[in-house]
Structure formats: C-alpha cells, structure tokens
C-alpha cells in the first residue's frame, strides 16, 4: 500500500484517493464548498486549498490524487491566511445577514466567514449575477447569494443526467442559467431537487416555503422518515415546525440525507421531496373507522378497529374457508409492510391469496 506524510503522520492509502479522502478518513476537516462525494471533483471553490511540499502554489485537496511520498500539511498559517482572505473575498458581494441570506436554505459559506474570522469590510459591490424569471413551482433560484461552485450543474448532469441547467456568464456575471433561459418545466428538468439540496449556500432553494413565509430550514426540527410514494424505501428528513398548525407540527419542506449515510444516497425524486402537503390534507384519515349496523362509518380505537378486523376475516375463514379470504397490499408500503401482509395471510390465516399492485 502507499504511503504520504499527512500533517507530519505517515498515513496509507488507496489508489484513486484524493487528498480530501486521506484527510476526511483521518478525521482531519478541510472546508469544502463545491465538493460532493457524488461528484466528479471541480477544483470551483478554492476553499479546501492545501500545501504539498515542494510546490509554490496551494492545490485544492478534494481534486488532488494522493501519491506515494507526498508531504502534505491541512493546517498551518499560510493556509488559515488563505482561507480568511478567500471567504473575505467571496463575502464582498454576498448578503451578510442571515436573515436575507439563509430565508430558506442554511448558508455554509456564512458558517465558514465566521468560524475563519474572515474581515467583512473590505467594500461590497452589488452582485451582478443575471436572474431569470422561472414559473416553475419548486425551485427557486436567488443570484446574490450564488457563489458559482456549480455543484448544482454538476448533480444534474452527473447525477440526474438531465442537463437541464448551466453555468452561463463570465467573471463576475456567471450565473445558472438554462438553454435560452426557458423556465425549468419547459427544459429536461425532472424537478427532482438535487440541485437545492447540494446548493452550499441556498442559493438554490424550495419555492414553497418561501413563498409561504415559513421558518427556514435552521429553525426546523429534522424527523428522518421513509418515502411513501414507492417501494424503494428512499429515506428522507421531515423538516418540521414544532410550533406550526397551533402546536400540532407542521411539515414545512423535505430534504434527503446526506450521501453515504441511507440507501438513496442523498437523492430524491419529485414525489419524495415535493409532494408532502397531503400529509395535513383535512379529508385526511387520521383515526380508525368501523362501519356499525346503522351502516354509518363511527370514529373508534385501534384496538377495536383491528378486533373486529380479525373478527370478519375469521368468520369468513370458517364459514367459507381460507381460499375465500383475499390480502391486497400496495406498492406504496414498505418492502417490510409488504412481508409482514403476506405472512399474515399465510401464517395467520392459512390463506395464499396474496397479491400486490406491483406485481402486474
Ligand atoms: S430539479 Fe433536478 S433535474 Fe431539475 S435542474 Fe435541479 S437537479 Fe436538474
Ligand atoms: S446555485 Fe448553489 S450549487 Fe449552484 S453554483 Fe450557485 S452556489 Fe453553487
Ligand atoms: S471543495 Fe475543493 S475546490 Fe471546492
């Protein structure tokens, strides 16, 4: 196995590791703002810069490949030089407030000015990023606070494989753009919403919430949860408003978890992270129903519901036999749910009669 000296420790590693990859494995932290495990590495940002021995210029750790021998050092004070006066620079056209900045999404690069100490005075200049009006109803996209990392670009070319936006511009007018600056419902977009999930600084954002004057996503209580729209079992983060609906909760956005942590690997699709306003829908079923002898659905306890449950499909059982007895399930369960029904049926009830939408 080869080997390289990292911060004065000699360290092994694998062929094809980055520097991140080396450091990150050692516990080491190296800001990043374009980086993402997912993606072909950019070089965008400059934020992860690091120094190898016997090279004049920083190289950046998330696109540098480890080589055998490298001395290499994360931390020392040219580099904290270079990260204070980087974020300094990247601040100089971006909104200082959290309040402007982070209206939705949680801006890193604010996160990153602060714990560098980087100096907010050194002017502003209005951003001069273009913008483009877009009627799509999901995402939304806010210039000022772009630092064109293009870690948006990247996931949806590498990732979605859609293409469906750009970086368009130069210096600093670069901005993302589509093909003629067409809303994104008239693009290849799937509105799956990748891009506002690997945005660094929420320059790409829910439209939803924002539109609805909703807590941003800091002030959001994460309850992890399993996609119902499929069986695939995708897990996502329910964003919620512990206060909102007058105390009950209110779910104010979804976003997945972060790469490498569940199987979707930090994607969504549209289903998954836009459609879960049904979920407080008021024609929504939120208590078990039991049909009385009026013929009239009655609210009741579970316990009840399930008892009488049981009660029709044994009596069906005796006086017609197993083979009378049916279980539909749906593909919208969990591939768990879905087992537990067929062992009900075949366990419980002797019966084989099983059957779920997906399997036709
Ligand atoms: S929503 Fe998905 S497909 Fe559309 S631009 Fe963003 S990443 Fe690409
Ligand atoms: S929108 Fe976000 S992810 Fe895309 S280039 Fe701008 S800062 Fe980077
Ligand atoms: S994270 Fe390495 S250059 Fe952006």
Redesign the pocket.
């Given at each position: 196995m080869s080997k390289l000296t990292l911060n004065e420790q000699t360290i092994c590693f694998a062929e094809g590791e980055t520097l991140l990859d080396v450091a990150s494995r050692q516990g080491l932290e190296i800001p990043t703002l374009c980086h993402d495990p997912r993606l072909e590495p950019a070089g965008a940002c400059r934020s992860c810069l690091v120094e190898v021995a016997g090279e004049r210029l920083m190289t950046p750790a998330c696109a540098r490949v480890a080589q055998e021998g490298m001395v290499v050092a994360t931390e020392n004070e040219r580099i904290d030089r270079h990260r204070q006066t980087l974020m300094a620079l990247y601040m100089t056209d971006h909104p200082h407030e959290r309040e402007i900045s982070e209206a939705g999404s949680p801006d890193l690069l604010l996160d990153m000015a602060a714990e560098f100490d980087a100096p907010m005075d050194w002017g502003w200049m209005e951003p001069m990023r273009g913008d483009r009006e877009d009627r799509n109803p999901?995402?939304d996209f806010n210039p000022d606070t772009c630092i064109a990392c293009a870690r948006?670009v990247r996931?949806?070319e590498e990732i979605?494989g859609?293409s469906?936006?750009t970086l368009a511009g130069r210096g600093s007018h670069t901005t993302i753009s589509t093909v003629e600056e067409k809303s994104?419902l008239d693009?290849?977009?799937?509105?799956?919403?990748?891009?506002?999930d690997v945005c660094p600084t929420g320059a790409?954002n829910e439209k939803l919430p924002l539109m609805r004057g909703q807590k941003p996503e800091r002030e959001l209580v994460k309850v992890r949860s399993t996609c119902n729209f499929c069986g695939v079992g995708c897990q996502l983060d329910l964003n919620v408003d512990l206060e909102g609906r007058d105390g009950q909760g209110q779910i104010v956005k979804v976003t997945s978890p972060p790469p490498g942590t569940t199987t979707n690997d930090g994607n969504l699709c549209v289903k998954g992270r836009f459609a879960y306003d049904f979920v407080h829908h008021k024609d929504r079923l939120t208590q078990p129903l039991v049909r009385d002898e009026d013929g009239v659905f009655h609210p009741t306890t579970w316990d009840d519901a399930l008892e009488r449950a049981a009660e029709g499909l044994l009596g069906v059982a005796e006086r017609h036999g197993a083979d009378a007895l049916g279980f539909v399930s749906s593909s919208r369960c969990t591939m768990e749910e879905n087992f537990l029904v067929q062992k009900m049926a075949r366990a419980l009830f002797r019966a084989n009669h099983v059957h779920q939408c997906a399997a036709t």
């Open positions: 999901y995402v948006c996931y949806c979605e859609v469906a936006i994104l693009t290849t977009c799937e509105l799956c919403g990748g891009c506002i790409m």
